[in-house]
């Protein structure tokens, strides 16, 4: 039989990861970090952007059609 601390050294083992999985690791959560906040944010900012240009186009071809 085994005992607990030899059992925990042997699952720690098997949990450790190699510097090339904690880099491809990091690498994915920034990417993802990327996409779901910043990508986000940029169209977020483009829609207003075109929304409010537009607001302002119909606003002055209504106000020239008086």
Same mark, same amino acid.
């Given at each position: 039989?085994?005992?607990? +601390?030899?059992?925990?050294?042997?699952?720690?083992?098997?949990?450790?990861? %190699?510097? *090339?999985?904690? $880099?491809?690791?990091?690498?994915?959560?920034?990417?993802?970090?990327? +996409?779901?906040?910043?990508?986000?944010?940029?169209?977020?900012?483009?829609? %207003?952007? *075109?929304?409010? $240009?537009?607001?302002?186009?119909?606003?002055?071809?209504?106000?020239?059609?008086?």
């Amino acid at each position: 039989m085994f005992s607990a +601390v030899t059992l925990g050294r042997r699952r720690k083992a098997r949990l450790r990861e %190699t510097t *090339t999985q904690f $880099i491809q690791r990091h690498w994915t959560n920034f990417l993802h970090f990327l +996409v779901e906040d910043w990508f986000i944010s940029a169209m977020l900012g483009f829609i %207003t952007a *075109t929304l409010s $240009i537009l607001v302002d186009v119909i606003y002055e071809y209504l106000k020239h059609c008086k």
